[in-house]
């Protein structure tokens, strides 16, 4: 099972802010990893695909980097509603598929 | 626009079989490329993916679930369900379907249902 471990846990930032989350794979995944937003009492929302490739309809200040083990989702500047949870996601191994622990943002 | 909505009892007594379904709209559950998925999310962590079914009938369990796990397609509802045996309160958790869509062989989660919060206890 490939293992995704996300940090920090918790960031507080003010709207505005740049915001830089990260997942750490146990074992390379390429670039086969998405991410996810969840807002609270909400599903999940694909945000990026394929480590870098913005989903449709997200607007342009989320960006994806990273390939292997190492990968960051970026926010440029923080609006209200970017106030969230964050997860990310690998395909690499579909036996299982599984998920990061989860980065949650927070107005600081 | 694809909706997908889950359905089904939201309290289960333990040792007993845990039943929920999804009726996809907006899309036929009959499509080739999409393997319609169920994940869930105990309270207050993390998401835990289940399994998913493709239109074929082909199944992909996690195999931490496998022994006691389900998942099967009705064409004919446009539906697809989950059941999960031998329940325990570990099962308590929101239950979501999805579907799991690809490009460029690049496979992601794109929609979701709203989440069914089942509780397991006496």
């Known amino acids: 099972e490939i293992v995704l471990t996300q940090s920090p846990g918790t960031l507080s930032l003010s709207p505005g802010d740049r915001a830089t989350l990260s997942c750490g794979a146990s074992?390379?995944?390429?670039?086969?990893l998405a991410w996810y937003q969840q807002r609270p009492g909400q599903a999940p929302r694909l945000l990026i695909y394929?480590?870098?490739i913005r989903a449709p309809d997200i607007p342009d200040r989320f960006s994806g980097s990273g390939s292997g083990t190492d990968f960051t989702l970026t926010i440029s500047r923080l609006e209200p509603e970017d106030f969230a949870v964050y997860y990310c996601?690998?395909?690499?191994?579909?036996?299982?598929?599984?998920f990061g622990g989860g980065t949650k943002v927070e107005i600081k | 626009q694809v909706q997908l909505q889950e359905s089904g009892p939201g309290l289960v007594k333990p040792s007993q079989t845990l039943s929920l379904t999804c009726t996809v709209s907006?899309?036929?559950?009959?499509?080739?490329?999409?393997?319609w998925s169920w994940i869930r999310q105990h309270p207050g962590k993390g998401l835990e993916w289940i399994g998913y079914i493709y239109y074929s009938g082909t199944t992909y369990y996690n195999p931490s679930l496998q022994s006691r796990l389900s998942i099967s397609l009705d064409a004919s509802e446009n539906q697809f369900s989950l059941r999960l045996s031998s329940v325990t309160a570990a099962d308590t958790a929101v239950y979501y379907c999805?579907?799991?869509?690809?490009?460029?062989?690049?496979?992601?989660?794109?929609?979701w249902g709203q989440g069914a919060l089942v509780t397991v206890s006496s």
């Open positions: 999805a579907r799991y869509s690809s490009a460029n062989n690049y496979f992601f989660f794109d929609y």
């Open positions: 394929g480590a870098s």
């Open positions: 907006g899309g036929s559950v009959n499509s080739g490329g999409y393997y």
């Open positions: 996601q690998q395909y690499a191994n579909t036996s299982p598929l599984t």
């Open positions: 074992q390379s995944v390429s670039s086969f």
